[in-house]
């Protein structure tokens, strides 16, 4: 049996994953919003696969950035990242 993962499922086994929760996220090079955006992802519940987190500017008091891989890489705030299956808890810092 072979098991095929990709997206976030690839993503679990390494890190973690989230889903977004706005349309139009932007991907920053940087954990801030000043930083300069680097992508910017589509539709609400996209999924993210998260390496790493770190502090940053807070948005609207949340203070932590993921850095993601795909399918844009550089830096989303936490704020708009949903992780409803808990997976990003254990994500390493950055």
Do not use: F, K
Request: aromatic share 6%.
């Amino acid at each position: 049996m072979v098991l095929a993962l990709s997206g976030c499922g690839l993503a679990l086994l390494l890190a973690g994953c989230g889903r977004t929760t706005v349309p139009g996220l932007h991907v920053r090079s940087g954990p801030s919003t000043s930083a300069s955006v680097t992508g910017t992802l589509g539709e609400p519940g996209t999924g993210v696969d998260v390496r790493c987190w770190t502090r940053g500017e807070a948005v609207s008091g949340h203070s932590v950035w993921y850095r993601i891989n795909r399918p844009a890489g550089g830096y989303v705030t936490s704020y708009y990242v949903s992780n409803s299956d808990r997976s990003l808890q254990s994500t390493p810092s950055c």
